[in-house]
């Protein structure tokens, strides 16, 4: 016995009910695809010496390649200075003085490091890194709680690692990075 509504196997459909069907099915693969797509996250990837890391893009203002860093007296070794991004006071982060990863991301070469401009609704700093890589989408639920990190300083700046390529990427946590230098939370 086929249940009531259900369309016998046997039984001839005419054109408007096959219609109606092949509309239903793509309108329904339509709603898997765009729920798909909201549960993924683009993330900047950079490098600081032989690691890789990333950011959320959503906390990306702008890549900053040419700028003049003021050098400020008293500030902890991870702020390298100020520089000025049209008309805006912007501190200068090195993430590899503040993860102890040892040296400096500023290159002997005389060369300019890229800057990440990040910014939260409390304050804005820009990331000295390495290299800049690609954006890359990668579903929210990839991301991993951290390895078990000996370096406790290097721990707490990092909320999470995600594989990119077969590459293991550590996930910046922005918070602590942006938090006021000496503010407890």
């Known amino acids: 016995m086929t249940p009531r509504g259900a369309v016998r196997p046997d039984a001839e459909l005419n054109d408007a009910q096959l219609e109606i069907l092949r509309g239903r099915a793509a309108s329904l693969a339509q709603e898997e695809t765009e729920e798909q797509l909201d549960d993924r996250m683009s ?107 000996s370096d406790k300083s290097q721990a707490e700046f990092v909320s999470g690692q995600l594989y990119v390529g077969g590459e293991l990427v550590a996930l910046v946590n922005l918070s602590k990075v942006l938090a006021p230098v000496g503010a407890s939370e």
């Open 43 to 149: 993330v900047l990837l950079f490098s600081l010496g032989e690691e890789s890391y990333c950011v959320n893009i959503d906390d990306v203002r702008e890549i900053y390649n040419e700028y003049r860093v003021a050098v400020i007296p008293c500030v902890p070794d991870f702020i390298q200075g100020v520089i000025n991004i049209r008309g805006e006071i912007v501190s200068v982060t090195d993430l590899s003085v503040m993860l102890s990863l040892g040296g400096s991301a500023r290159p002997e070469s005389g060369e300019q490091s890229p800057v990440i401009v990040v910014a939260d609704e409390r304050t804005c700093t820009a990331l000295l890194v390495d290299t800049i890589g690609d954006i890359v989408e990668v579903p929210a639920e990839s991301v991993e709680p951290p390895l078990s990190l």
